[in-house]
């Protein structure tokens, strides 16, 4: 029996290069790997060896046998992504399929290469991929910054807490919070503790990933009321964030409005809905709300039609197959369902065609969740706090509180270079423009898009031209070095 990958996977590709037999697709280089939202064991060749399952940090690999409720889909859609891919040749005359790549050895670093010390700022994926390649491939020293006394960035404070195979990658970070070459200053936040200008004296090079903290607002009247939140205050909220406060979010009304249609709003309408004694890892203060929850629906709006939703595959079915709640599909517009009759198996919204219509759908005692599309909100209604929100065409939703999912973007570090208009640091392959050892990595780079595992291609990219600074002699000290590193030593509370 074969291997499937499932919906956790956060496309880091480790399992890429543990299998014997090169099944598992697409990989880096291959053109699918930039976008797609999974990776594929092709069942023709896997020889069940289970290297892969052991090398995954997330838990997102099994035997077929054993996949077990929603997890069974997924045995067919690993097959489906090679319907119709020609098997490998290879596998005409044997059962095995050995198609090695030739060796390349892409790191050689020159003998002298100097012994570096490289400040990482921030501690999410995107630090600890460049933090890991850097441990790897030189013997530099790395000091790693965080605002946070906690680390790990959003996969402590931004994955939802029912996605605990997803968390388990933390663990594969904090591996590397004790190595010897690594030292920790968590509580440091780089621009009010210890200024850009400061590291750069200290430190031979720094990378900064430090992510996009900000949630996109919806730019329409009455934002500002009370109950009109960001998605990272309800995310910040569940998982415990040190700067939300335990009462932010009120669910006290039957209905909560999700503006977007992307994985986070899918997360925030999973955990609103859910039964919080079924969940580790819940803040306690969500906790006790989510028990007490008055909830009975909650609606997300695109602004778009269903194939245009930003939201994966994986996640959309996590969603749809949950058997406490009952998932509809809002019947307002006619277009909503002819553009789910004439999606392609390929895309999402052909996931949509047997979910019950609203207007069909019977009474039932379980939380609904209504997706609505082409629904453009155009002013958040209440006096002293949200009561609804009024969409283009004049319809008016009731609801107690607005969720505005519709993105991320970066936040500027002071002395740092900014574009606000992307918000991230303008580079060259992660080469801050304009100052020589400085960096960038995640999505401070490259804009808040991809999963966990996107940041490790990244991190690759920037460390290789750190690396090849280092060889061609640009990254130096300056003079001011110890004054800075006790100053940063005496801001660090750890
Ligand atoms: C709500 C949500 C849920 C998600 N769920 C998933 C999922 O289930 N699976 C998946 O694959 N991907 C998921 N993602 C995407 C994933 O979290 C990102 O790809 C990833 O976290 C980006 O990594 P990063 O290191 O660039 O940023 P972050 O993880 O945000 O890390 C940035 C770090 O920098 C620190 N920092 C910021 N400014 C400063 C400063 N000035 N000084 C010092 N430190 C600073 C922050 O405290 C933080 O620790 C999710 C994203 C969100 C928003
Ligand atoms: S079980 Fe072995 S052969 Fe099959 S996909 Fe995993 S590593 Fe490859
Ligand atoms: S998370 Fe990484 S190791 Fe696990 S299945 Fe996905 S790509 Fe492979």
Redesign the pocket.
Known sequence: MPFAITQ?C??DASCVSACPVNCIHPAPGEPDFGTTDMLYVDPRTCIDCGACAEVCPVDAVFPVENLVGSLREYAGINAEYYADREAPAALAGSPLFHAWDPVRFDRVLPADFPRLDVAV????????YTVEDLLLHTTARVTV????RE?????R????PD?AS?KQVGEHFARYHDHHRVTMRLG?????DVTVEELGHRYDAVVY?????ESRDLGIPGEDLPGNLA??TV?GWYNGHPETPADAVDLRGPRVVVVGTG??AL?IARIVAADPDGLDGVAPAARAALRGSGVREIVLLGRRGPREAAWTRGELLGLLRRDDLEVVVDDHDPRTAEEIAVATDAETASLLRDVPRASAAPESPRRRVVLRFHAVPEEILGTDRVTGVRLAGGDELDASAVVRAIG?RG?A?PGLPFDPSSGTVPHVEGRVEGRPGTYV?????RG?S??????RADSAETVASLIADGASGVLGRGASRNPVRRAVRRLSRH
């Open positions: 956790s956060c496309v700022v921030g501690s999410g994926p995107a630090a600890m910054v965080d605002r946070l680390p790990g960035g959003l996969v404070f931004g994955v939802a996605h997803t440091v936040e780089v621009g009010r990933a430090v992510g996009a903290a998605s990272t995310v994985n986070v997360d991320h936040r570090v990595v995640g999505w401070i780079k808040a991809g999963g966990i595992g996107a940041n």
